[in-house]
C-alpha cells in the first residue's frame, strides 16, 4: 500500500547500519508485515518497489517481508520484536501501534494522525518527523538500550490496558 510509507522503514533501518557496530547490526533483522493482496496493482508495484530497494541499500539479507500475515504470525511477530516501527503519514487512528502497545512493544512512529494521540513520546515509544535519520535514531536507542525498550514496553501495557482500552471505543460510538 503506497500510503503506507514503507521506504521510510528500509531507509531507516539503512541508516542504523551506520549507528551501530557492524556486529550488533548483523543481528537485527527488519520485517515487513502486512496484508497484501496480489489482484492489486499498486500492491504488487510496492512490494516490488521495496525489494528492489532493500537490495539496493544493501539489506536483502536482513530485511523479511511477510505477505497477509495469519493472526498467529502477526501474534508470533508481536511476541518476538524488540519494537515496532510504524511509518504512515496520514493515518487517523492506527491499530497496529495499540497492539504493538497491548504486546508490550514500544513504537517508533510519524509524529502525526493517530498515533501522536496513543504514543507518548519518550515514555511508550518515539515519535518522530518522516525522515530516516530520526526513525534511526529512535530505532538505536531502543537497540542499544534493552532496559528502555522494556521500560517503554511496560509503560506500554498500563496505557493500552488503561487509556486505550477497546471498550472505550465503542463507547465514543
Known sequence: EPRKNLPLAL???ARLRDLLPADLFARIRLVIAGGYDERRHDNRTVFEALRREARELGLAGQVAFLRS???????????RCRCVVYTPEGEHFGYVPVEAMAAGHPVVAVNHGGPAETIVDARTGFLR?????????ALASLITDPGLARRMGEADCRRAATALPITAFGQLL
Request: charged share 30%; net charge negative.
Open 11 to 13: 531507509h531507516a533501518f
Open 69 to 79: 500475515p495469519s493472526d498467529a504470525e502477526r501474534a508470533s511477530l508481536l511476541r
Open 129 to 137: 518527523e518522516p525522515v530516516p535519520e530520526a526513525f534511526a535514531d
